[in-house]
């Protein structure tokens, strides 16, 4: 059975000083030799990572030969904005392999962010593939097929070759996977323990050669990418010296360090409102970046006609 317990709460929502709700969820710190230095909650739970499993997924199609720039293997860990340079981006990872739009079979959606969205929607357009924000996954999961000769119809089943690499790269990990069920963009999503989702993190921010480096490299290198315009996960990628880190649908987060120290967390009622809020904790509990970053992660205001009556706060990180 999948399933996180009994989590602690890991924020309160204030508004004029009364705790109006609460989000419980399970943190996880590790040491670069992937023990445990800090946890709050049963941090051997398996949880769907959803997004931020991209980077290991992007991580099996590079061991399955995908070369590609720097840019468009950034886009294959994105989860995007659906902003032109992330479009453009992924357009070219398709071109690059003889594609195009049509081929992906990602759910069809408006992006993701709202002004790309009200953009998208006054210019009359229609929910795309392309504009989805796990487009650039899925341009790279086709590129692989391509590369390998691997049916492209069929490369969202779990028996497809690209899913079964995905999957033994978990394992190679020493990771079981737990579950497997299908992602909203319909791509097999896999249940791993929160804290195998740190360690990997670990691992691949300190990677010093090979697939894990380049993977690690274009997440640095371009971090514009990995989110967007104003997304918390860009700043943290920018704003921590040699960070790796991804956001997941249903309130996960996972970073790593380049010391091998990785993070994960998840908010076990998928709020995404207390999940950056949280991460900005384990940064002020390890000062990792400076001050105006880590105030940025903790800055959740409650409104009330307009102006800010209270905060999303974390509690014992």
């Known amino acids: 059975m999948v399933n996180v317990g ?6 309160q929502v204030l508004r004029n000083g009364f705790v109006e ?3 419980r969820g399970i943190v996880v710190i590790t040491r670069a030799d992937g023990s445990v230095s800090y946890a709050k909650g049963d941090y051997t739970s398996n949880i769907l990572p959803r997004s931020s499993l991209k980077p290991i997924q992007a991580l099996a199609m590079v061991r399955c030969g ?26 070219d990872l398709l071109h690059g392999a003889g594609l195009d739009e049509s081929d992906l079979r990602n759910t069809p959606d408006l992006p993701l962010m709202d002004a790309q969205r009200n953009e998208w929607i006054a210019a009359g357009r229609k929910p795309s593939s392309l504009a989805q924000n796990c487009s650039g996954k899925h341009a790279a999961m086709l590129a692989t097929s391509v590369l390998n000769g691997w049916r492209l119809d069929t490369y969202l089943n779990r028996g497809h ?6 999957i033994e790269t978990i394992r190679g990990f020493g990771l079981p996977v737990a579950w497997t069920s ?39 290198s371009h971090p514009e990418l990995v989110g967007g315009t104003g997304r918390d996960v860009t700043d943290l990628i920018r704003g921590v010296p040699g960070m790796i880190a991804k956001d997941g649908a249903e309130g ?11 993070i994960a967390i998840k908010i076990t009622d998928g709020g995404i409102r207390a999940r950056p809020v949280v ?9 990792l970046g400076d001050a105006k970053l880590r105030a940025r992660m903790l800055d959740m205001p409650v409104y009330g006609r307009g102006q800010v009556v209270g905060a999303v706060i974390p509690t014992d990180i």
């Not at 293997?73 to 032109?84: D, R």
């Not at 070759?161 to 995905?166: E, M, R, V, W, Y």
Request: charged share 15%.
């Open 6 to 11: 009994d989590p602690p709460v890991v924020a």
């Open 279 to 287: 991460m900005g904790a384990v940064l002020r509990r390890l000062w």
């Open 252 to 262: 996960v987060y996972a970073a790593g360090l380049p010391d091998g120290r990785g």
């Open 21 to 23: 709700s609460t989000h």
């Open 182 to 220: 299908i992602d909203g963009c319909g791509a097999p999503a896999l249940a791993i323990s929160l804290v195998g989702l740190a360690r990997i993190f670990g691992t691949l921010a300190a990677a010093t050669g090979g697939a894990e480096k380049e993977v690690a490299d274009a997440i640095r």
């Open 66 to 91: 995908l070369d590609v720039p720097p840019d468009q293997l950034a886009m294959a860990c994105a989860s995007h904005s659906g902003e032109p340079i992330h479009l453009q981006t992924v357009l």
């Open 161 to 166: 070759p690209t899913q079964q690499a995905i």
